[in-house]
């Protein structure tokens, strides 16, 4: 008899999903030589080659491609199990594993996590912050419950919930206040100095949205991993960057910085609550999502 572990076939499916090994181990939480082995473990039992490695990427054979949705209906099943286990406690109790991404993680939690107590006390949450698509493949694969991000959503499996509206200010420096009259039209050439988070940061590719046809030249000399480090090189006169409305209060406290809003319809991005279709923890997530609506609300969160 072949026999399968439940961790091979999660190794499977992080593989297939990503077809790249190095994701797929980030993914899984391993080594990539230890996903590596465990996939070719499986492949020796099973006397099949489930995948073709190419020098850049990798692909599913047709073994791999008719196993494919069947290993995924297993897991599925495990993973129901698991959750199954939870549904003699009363709703919002126990473990629930939350992506966030870094634009709303440090603005929302000061205010989300003490309401969350307050409501919910035998809630048990488990924060994972981090880029968008990570987030939605862990969700995807059911390494976490839900998690926030912007739309679009577009991930096969997944479902998302719209949460609130956020629309952005323009922060300058001191210097550059003087020879600007807000509000800043989206084709203004100050622009061409804009700064950028780095490449996988939803926020750059909504930065360059809004910016049109222009082509941001600070953009080649200068990257960030966090919006406290953009706007602080802002403060210095390094260019101009984007900020999101929910971040405002905390923003606003850097020395030398200024936000100053957009002129006709402001751009904006959506923040919503992306979870598997077809969750059995979805009226859970349906709660959580009303308790972050009444935060955002309140007009509390990103003042801290």
């Known amino acids: ?19 790249h ?15 590596s082995a465990q996939i070719a473990e499986m492949e020796d039992r099973l006397g099949v080659r489930l995948f073709e490695r ?33 549904r003699a406690s009363p709703p919002m109790q126990g473990r629930f594993r939350l992506g966030i991404i870094p634009t709303v993680a440090p603005y929302l939690l000061p205010e989300l996590l003490p309401e969350l107590r307050r409501q919910y006390p035998g809630l ?17 694969l059911g390494k976490l419950d839900a998690a926030i991000v912007a739309l679009p959503v577009n991930q096969p499996g ?9 629309r952005f200010l323009l922060a300058i420096s001191d210097a550059e206040l003087g020879a600007m009259r807000p509000p800043v039209a989206p084709e203004n050439p100050v622009l061409e100095r804009l ?22 030249v600070a ?11 953009l706007t602080q090189m802002v403060a210095h ?15 606003e406290t850097i020395p030398g910085i200024h936000l100053v809003p957009f002129s006709g319809d402001a751009p904006s991005r959506t923040v919503a609550l992306a979870r598997r279709r077809g969750s059995t923890r979805g009226a859970e997530c349906a709660a959580l999502a009303e308790t972050i609506r009444s935060v955002v609300a309140s007009g509390d969160a990103g003042k801290r």
Do not use: W
């Open 54 to 86: 190419g020098p850049r990427a990798v692909d599913l054979t047709e073994d791999g491609r008719q196993l494919q949705p069947r290993i995924e209906a297993i897991l599925e099943s495990a993973r129901e199990i698991e959750t199954l286990t939870r």
């Open 1 to 19: 008899m072949i026999r399968l572990t439940i961790r091979q076939m999660e190794y499977f499916e992080a593989l297939a999903q990503t077809r």
């Open 237 to 251: 006169g390094l260019g101009v960057t984007l900020v999101p409305q929910i971040a405002r209060g905390v923003m």
């Open 158 to 166: 997944l479902d998302a919930d719209a949460l609130f509206d956020d």
């Open 195 to 216: 700064m950028l988070l780095e490449e996988g940061h939803c926020m750059r590719d909504q930065a360059l949205a809004i910016c049109g046809e222009m082509k941001p």
């Open 219 to 229: 953009m080649a000399n200068f990257a960030a991993t966090s919006l406290t480090t």
């Open 21 to 35: 090994f190095g994701r797929a181990a980030e993914l899984a939480g391993v080594t990539q030589p230890a996903l």
């Open 124 to 140: 048990s949450l488990e924060l994972r912050e981090t880029v968008t698509q990570t987030l939605l493949d862990e969700t995807a």
